[in-house]
């Protein structure tokens, strides 16, 4: 069976660049929860380092994969500005592309593989990454949102399996689980998923794409011991 490991990086919108409607809504839970100028301040800028949760305020900088058994991958990344280069990083190439070429390259290189394996991924990154293909009229080839409970299927998130669905009480995030495993972490060089925003800013697109190869990995050996101990 074909296996493939999947990660995505995304950034948000400028805030003070949105429209006064859109911004209105965005605050509006803001405003009647904040008690002072203070708090209201503080949960504004949260909000604004959060927009790249949501595909409505946000988009894909960063799509990665790799192959569970060929050790093989490759990560697309944004580099506005940046002409077309290629480098491989530990076995996993990084090419320039926009948004819209990665979620066509992604889709269209997912239909020879039977197994996808993700951390969060059914709660962030595949409804990330169906709705803004739909944004970019890109139509979607391969369901990784079926039935959560089937038995038949094609996406293992390794949190929804490593929790048993939430019945352990602290989830933990992908970090923590490799840190139980004794697998590096993506954030032991001192990159996490919250700097990829200021990264972007900084015109830092390569070390996005290098974040990314380290959840790719870390999330391939993740798999392989739940593949091998835990899995029924």
């Given at each position: 069976m074909n296996k493939l490991v999947f990660d995505i990086e995304t950034i948000g919108e400028n805030y003070d660049e949105l429209d006064e409607k859109t911004q209105e809504i965005l605050t509006r839970w803001i405003k009647k929860e904040s008690s002072n100028e203070d708090d209201y301040r503080i949960a504004l800028e949260e909000l604004k380092e959060g927009l790249g949760f949501s595909p409505l305020t946000g988009e894909v900088v960063a799509i990665g994969v790799l192959d569970v058994e060929k050790d093989r991958g490759v990560v697309y990344y944004q580099s506005p500005d940046t002409p077309q280069r290629e480098e491989e990083v530990d076995g996993v190439k990084l090419k320039v592309t926009t948004e819209k070429e990665m979620l066509e390259k992604f889709w269209e290189?997912?239909?020879?593989?039977?197994?996808?394996?993700?951390?969060?991924?059914?709660?962030?990154?595949?409804?990330?990454?169906?709705?803004?293909?739909?944004?970019?009229?890109?139509?979607?080839?391969?369901?990784?949102?079926?039935?959560?409970?089937?038995?038949?299927?094609?996406?293992?998130?390794?949190?929804?399996?490593?929790s048993f669905y939430g019945a352990v009480r602290r989830k933990g995030n992908l970090h923590m689980w490799c840190r139980a495993f004794g697998i590096k972490s993506p954030k032991a060089d001192g990159v996490s998923g919250d700097d990829v925003g200021e990264l972007f800013r900084n015109k830092e697109f390569l070390k996005i794409a290098q974040y990314n190869v380290g959840d790719l990995k870390a999330t391939r050996e993740l798999y392989r011991y739940w593949n091998e101990f835990i899995r029924f």
């Open positions: 290189g997912g239909k020879q593989y039977h197994e996808f394996i993700s951390f969060n991924g059914r709660a962030f990154d595949v409804p990330f990454l169906m709705i803004r293909s739909a944004i970019h009229k890109i139509r979607v080839p391969i369901n990784l949102m079926p039935p959560r409970f089937s038995s038949s299927s094609n996406h293992v998130d390794l949190l929804e399996q490593l």
